[in-house]
């Protein structure tokens, strides 16, 4: 049986000294759930291989799909990564601690196991406390990829994960809702230039501020060829899926959106199927005015609501008599480049434009 740890309302910084636990059991080589402030990890010993192992397994994850270390300060940065260029200083003083990860030349200190077999390995400084101060306790850098189980929707609150993975580690560490919902942004830097692998809540604009320019990989709204290599988490294999048939309904004029996910609906009356919309808050309240009975899910009035609901809104639809969910996309600019990266790889590319 693993132990249950509850830090959804720490009203002192003293509390987070029950972490102790939680980061010898790591140290030790088990796994631990954990939040950060974007989803949360299922964490082990980053540089213990066997401890690493282990998360590929709980998670039925392939092992050439590389995990993010997690670390608490600078010093620790020393110890996994080398040759770090001023471009990379630069994105790191500006991202971390936060919703960041960067690609790395490794040190010989980090098993080949994490990287997925590559000479890099990806790095981030979360901001989430609990977090900080696990890796803190731990006293060794966190592998730590989202919580689930592989291709399934990534995890936001331990209700929506617990049956998953209670069974396959040793520690839960119960924040609460992530403030996010979605991973990190992954970059890595190549002659200066910083590549968008995963897009996340820092975004393309805000990393072309710091950094003068920005190139956003081509596979973030595409599929990743069967013979081209995974450099970062997110890429290759199937991600963020539920267990229901799911299509993105997509387009820049609102009214024509509205008329695509109206037809969509329809297409599943006339099928005996039974459809439910997740959508934009305006768009929900249409649909509730043209359909009595349909089930809606309204995602929020923001993209950072949308963000935050997307992957618990995806496992509740799972548990509803629905027989397809239709998805609201969004643009890709800013934070929406990341929900769409998401929607697409859950919907298996399925979309109606």
């Not at 993105?248 to 297409?267: F, H």
């Amino acid at each position: 049986m693993n132990n249950y740890l509850d830090l959804k309302n720490i009203k002192a910084f003293s509390e987070y000294s029950k972490l102790e636990e939680a980061g010898q059991i790591i140290r030790n080589g088990g796994l631990v759930l954990f939040p950060t402030e974007t989803v949360y990890g299922l964490g082990a010993n980053g540089l213990n291989s066997e401890a690493v192992k282990n998360i590929y397994v709980a998670k039925g994850r392939s092992s050439d799909n590389p995990l993010i270390l997690h670390i608490s300060d600078i010093e620790m940065l020393g110890k996994i990564a080398k040759d770090i260029s001023d471009v990379e200083f630069k994105l790191m003083n500006a991202f971390w601690p936060g919703p960041f990860t960067i690609i790395l030349n490794k040190t010989d200190a980090v098993p080949s196991v994490v990287a997925g077999g590559l000479d890099t390995v990806g790095v981030r400084m979360p901001s989430n406390e609990i977090a900080k101060n696990l890796i803190k306790y731990a006293d060794i850098p966190i592998a730590a990829p989202s919580a689930n189980i592989s291709g399934r929707p990534s995890g936001t609150n331990v209700e929506d994960i617990d049956q998953e993975l209670k069974d396959r580690v040793d520690y839960i560490i119960d924040g609460g809702e992530c403030q996010i919902g979605v991973e990190s942004t992954v970059v890595r830097v190549i002659d200066g230039i910083p590549h968008i692998l995963r897009p996340g809540k820092i975004t393309a604009e805000e990393i072309k501020e710091v950094a003068g320019s920005v190139i956003i990989d081509k596979h973030i709204l595409s599929k990743l060829d069967a013979n081209e290599k995974v450099m970062s988490p997110g890429m290759k294999y199937k991600h963020y899926a539920p267990n229901t048939k799911c299509v993105l309904v997509y387009n820049d004029d609102k009214e024509i959106l509205r008329a695509n996910i109206c037809k969509t609906v329809g297409d599943c009356y006339t099928s005996n199927k039974v459809p439910l919309v997740m959508c934009l808050d305006e768009n929900a309240e249409f649909l509730k005015n043209m359909y009595q009975n349909l089930q809606i899910f309204n995602l929020g009035s923001s993209l950072d609501e949308m963000s935050k609901n997307i992957f618990t809104d995806l496992r509740k639809a799972d548990r509803t008599n629905a027989d397809l969910i239709i998805i609201q996309g969004v643009s890709t600019d800013g934070l929406g480049l990341a929900i769409m990266n998401r929607l697409l790889r859950a919907c298996s590319y399925n979309i109606v434009k």
